[in-house]
């Protein structure tokens, strides 16, 4: 296709897309196949453009406060917001979700999350989920391997730095692999390593990572506490990050955050922690079943679907979520709400899960 035709063909698609959303047909067309359905909403950093911290935040996963807000306006106009609680007892069988329910969620435990995105849910009187990994609480400094990736999506990594540092820090030498495949798996099994292994890689190879001073990235447990007393639930999102397919020790990233996350908010406003979400999206039917053995009672993946009710009730504990991508819903800053509109309203309908209906573990680049 030539580039004037191309270009043709994204504006009449943008036109059509516009189209379907202001005249009410997609709205109408959720009304109806969504009815008998809980959607999660997959959040994980909310900043404003002039924060510091701005930068070098991993853009895609990162809204602009505007936008945020502007998607707190469109949720509430499509779909009734319900709390954790709410989904656990639509599982447990006592109380059903109303028609069209979503839920919003955001993982890692980010302090903007308090800061910004707090604010913001306060003004529009929507309840939300934060899944916390209980190693990052306090902390003033992201996770390194979050800069790492940062660094590597800024184009600022080095292709041979990169197999290097997966040499020095997997004690292997690098597969003959996409470099994007390497620094994923830098990423989901990097967490867990210890500190010094860390450093000496670092410095060995002087990789600029760009750590300058900025405002404090992690939540703390005050602030934690707050969101609580803010009708914010909270659920934990492992240990130290590492995806659970990799772990070394599965059980300790599934009961070390419970009793952590517990100890935070425990006798505040919160009972127990008792869900949680997966860590780069990534689990297997045994860690399924390792999680609830574990004490919790729902598990959310990353499986971008629907989950379906059965007359307002949960059959399954696994439930999957719809990722708010930040460029991809404001291309230019702005929301395009009939983006936003597309990828909810139409995202596939599942139960119990995409990957263990496929049999294999899921392997999606999620954080
Ligand atoms: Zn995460």
């Known amino acids: 296709m030539c580039a004037a035709s191309s270009a043709a063909f994204r504006l009449l698609r943008d036109v059509a897309r516009k189209l379907s959303y202001q005249s009410g047909a997609l709205s109408l067309y959720h009304k109806v196949r969504n009815r008998q359905v809980l959607t999660v909403a997959m959040f994980h950093r909310v900043l404003k453009r002039d924060d510091p911290r701005w930068e070098t935040a991993l853009y895609s996963w990162t809204l602009p406060d505007d936008v945020f807000d502007e998607c707190l306006t469109f949720f509430r106009r499509h779909y009734a917001l319900v709390k954790l609680d709410d989904v656990k007892a639509s599982l447990e069988g006592t109380r059903p979700l109303p028609p069209r329910s979503l839920l919003i969620t955001f993982d890692d435990g980010y302090a903007d999350n308090s800061e910004y995105a707090l604010p913001l849910l306060r003004k529009h009187r929507v309840p939300a989920t934060v899944f916390i990994s209980s190693d990052v609480i306090g902390r003033n400094e992201r996770l390194w391997t979050e800069d790492l990736l940062w660094a590597f999506m800024e184009g600022r990594l080095h292709q041979r730095d990169l197999v290097s540092l997966y040499a020095l820090l997997m004690g292997d030498t690098a597969r003959d692999v996409e470099d994007s ?50 009708g914010i639930s909270i659920g934990a999102h492992g240990k130290t990050h590492t995806a659970l397919t990799f772990s070394s020790d599965i059980t300790s990233e599934l009961c070390s955050p419970r009793v952590v996350l517990e100890d935070v908010v425990a006798s505040y406003h919160q009972r127990s922690v008792d869900t949680l979400s997966f860590p780069h999206g990534a689990y297997t039917s045994e860690i399924v079943d390792r999680s609830l053995a574990a004490g919790y009672a729902l598990a959310f993946t990353s499986d971008a679907e629907l989950c379906v009710l059965k007359n307002g009730f949960l059959a399954s504990p696994l439930v999957g979520r719809v990722d708010v991508n930040g460029p991809g819903i404001a291309p230019t800053g702005k929301l395009r709400p009939e983006i936003l509109a597309l990828a909810f309203f139409t995202a596939p309908r599942g139960r119990a899960g995409r990957a263990l209906r496929a049999g294999a573990h899921s392997t999606r680049e999620n954080r």
């Open 181 to 230: 495949e390497l620094i994923w798996e830098i990423v989901r099994r990097g967490p867990e390593l210890e500190n010094a292994r860390v450093e000496a890689a670092f410095s060995a190879l002087k990789v600029d990572l760009h750590r300058v001073e900025q405002p404090r990235q992690m939540l703390t447990r005050s602030e934690i506490r707050n969101l609580t007393a803010n």
